[in-house]
């Protein structure tokens, strides 16, 4: 539970140190381990951090510095990465198979890297092989500076909901069903907070935020609570205009905050969320008890919505900016005009399912990406070539047959993007640039052409880094590379993403500066053609 007046408190207690005015220095030490727990009745091999499934929050501040040890106790190597936060000129700490080598077993890295100007809910997870099936991912909320104004009272307290689909079977058996070339089959259950029951206490009359992430693999969520409304206040670090719904959904990859006010009988209620958009409804319950309560929960299960993706796309369309409330900064969110900005490239990026020979593989304009054996950013720094090409991905979908490469888009530094995710499969697609966040200024049906942009939102449309594409349509968003490195563009469904969906932006200035971009990490780990090299 958050409580602004404990911050201090929680500092010193988790050697958190400020210099000389300098912002303050957060420390951790987390072991990554196996261990054996039953979320669906069934005993199942989990990664642990620190004894715990899901894994220990990171509750830091703005600007907060983070030295993080990781150790890693699993039989094969592991990264964890960090779901939204910028890593601002810093990809070497963004913990992908792209950016880092991976840590080897019985050994150990130290993550540096800084929540620069950032707010609000995000996640953590692995990264490496198919690990995210098992567990290892956790919440990182960060919170205001206490001289920044945030748009809504101080809640009464703070909860973090982990929502995600969930397999009986282990990593290691999905993994390699997608290594033989097949598709996974449907989940076998919803987690709320790696359970599925559980229950979050609070007084009567008081308003509570709830922030909801979507950590599962390929699943969109609809989240609600029995005879209470949620009130939209963040969205992956943007503040929201603060409308009211009954249910809202949250697809994979994605993070929310809702305020709460409980202002209903004093009793227990259900907290449900539920499938979207699958012909099995899957569903995960947890209880909201009134601390005054003397009644558990009682009548149906509260209905959500189920395949109706017109439904969706109207509360997409209701998310905006709030211009007026500051972010991490003191100045409003609305004083960057990002309506105004003529865009220097457009590129469209189409998503299809090859098969490549013979096996099902995902892939991203004909392209299906496939990772070599050194980090392509170790091999941009130290110029060792054959690892990957800049030239194998396209701006625009070729509609030829699909190839595997490990492919790189090149992009100029501050150049101000237009995007487009087309989506001409009857599944829905969540697409994730680490790096950034970005307005998504339009959903539409069928596929984009030039005057589709008479849609575009140019004046509040909302700033996130995961954002949803609906079958047989497209997504546009405008993103401003004002962040300079190697950046990983993925699907956020995370057997897509393993079987190719994904190419690495690579942002660049041929004129070097720290300002821009720090430089290699002295305890960076070195493999593949890398070994040998100094940092």
Same mark, same amino acid.
């Given at each position: ?26 420390? +951790?030490?987390?072991?990554?381990? +196996? ?20 894994? /220990? =929050? ?50 150990? +890295? ?14 953590? #997870? ?10 290892? #991912?956790? =919440? ?195 004083? #960057? ?70 492919? !790189? ?9 237009? !995007? ?48 949803? !594409? ?5 997504? =546009?968003?405008? !993103? ?54 100094? /940092?």
């Amino acid at each position: 539970m958050r409580k602004a007046p404990l911050l201090p408190l929680i500092w010193v207690l988790l050697g958190v140190f400020s210099v000389n005015g300098e912002d303050p220095y957060r420390y +951790y030490t987390w072991t990554v381990t +196996y261990g054996t727990i039953s979320p669906l009745g069934v005993p199942q091999q989990v990664i642990l951090i620190n004894g715990q499934f899901p894994g /220990p =929050a990171l509750d830091v501040v703005t600007n907060d510095n983070i030295l993080l040890n990781l150790i890693n106790k699993l039989d094969q190597p592991f990264l964890l990465t960090w779901n939204g936060i910028k890593q601002r000129k810093n990809s070497w700490q963004d913990g992908v198979y792209g950016t880092n080598c991976p840590i080897p077993p019985n050994s150990n +890295y130290t993550y540096k890297f800084q929540t620069k100007d950032q707010i609000g809910t995000f996640t953590y #997870f692995p990264s490496t092989l198919f690990h995210k099936a098992a567990g290892g #991912f956790g =919440a990182i909320n960060v919170y205001e500076r206490p001289k920044i104004p945030i748009p809504f009272p101080d809640p009464a307290g703070d909860f973090t909901l982990l929502v995600g689909d969930w397999y009986k079977a282990s990593h290691k058996t999905l993994q390699k069903t997608l290594d033989s070339g097949r598709p996974l089959p449907f989940p076998d259950g919803v987690l709320i907070n790696g359970q599925t029951s559980s229950s979050f206490s609070g007084d009567q009359g008081k308003t509570y935020m709830f922030r909801i992430s979507n950590v599962g693999l390929s699943t969109s969520i609809n989240f609600r609570i029995q005879g209470h409304t949620l009130k939209l206040v963040e969205v992956e670090g943007s503040h929201t205009l603060q409308n009211t719904y009954d249910s809202l959904d949250v697809h994979v990859g994605q993070s929310i905050a809702v305020l709460v006010t409980l202002d209903q009988l004093p009793k227990d209620y259900y907290i449900v969320a539920s499938t979207r958009f699958t012909k099995q409804i899957l569903t995960a319950n947890a209880v909201l008890h009134y601390t005054n309560s003397h009644t558990p929960v009682s009548g149906p299960v509260p209905a959500g919505p189920t395949y109706q993706i017109h439904w969706s796309v109207k509360q997409a369309r209701t998310y905006r900016w709030n211009l007026t409330a500051s972010a991490a900064r003191p100045n409003p969110q609305g004083t #960057f005009h990002y309506g105004k900005i003529v865009p220097s490239r457009t590129i469209v990026l189409a998503n299809s399912a090859p098969l490549i020979n013979g096996k099902q593989r995902y892939a991203v304009n004909g392209v299906s990406y496939i990772n070599a054996d050194t980090p392509v950013k170790l091999a941009d720094y130290f110029n060792i070539t054959g690892i990957f090409s800049i030239n194998s991905i396209q701006d625009l979908p070729s509609g030829g047959s699909s190839s595997l490469s490990t492919s !790189v888009m090149a992009a100029n530094h501050r150049d101000f993007m237009e !995007v487009v995710f087309q989506n001409n499969e009857n599944t829905i697609q969540s697409w994730h640039l680490d790096g950034y966040d970005f307005w998504v200024v339009s959903y539409g049906f069928g596929q984009w052409t030039p005057s589709s942009r008479k849609s575009y939102n140019l004046i509040d449309a909302l700033t996130r880094h995961t954002a949803q !594409v609906y079958p047989r349509s497209w997504t =546009a968003i405008l !993103v401003s590379l004002d962040n300079q490195g190697m950046w990983n563009m993925r699907s956020a469904v995370w057997e897509r993403q393993y079987l190719g969906q994904q190419f690495y932006l690579r942002v660049f200035n041929p004129v070097y500066s720290p300002a821009n971009e720090y430089g290699i990490p002295q305890n960076a780990l070195l493999c593949g053609k890398a070994i040998g090299r100094h /940092p």
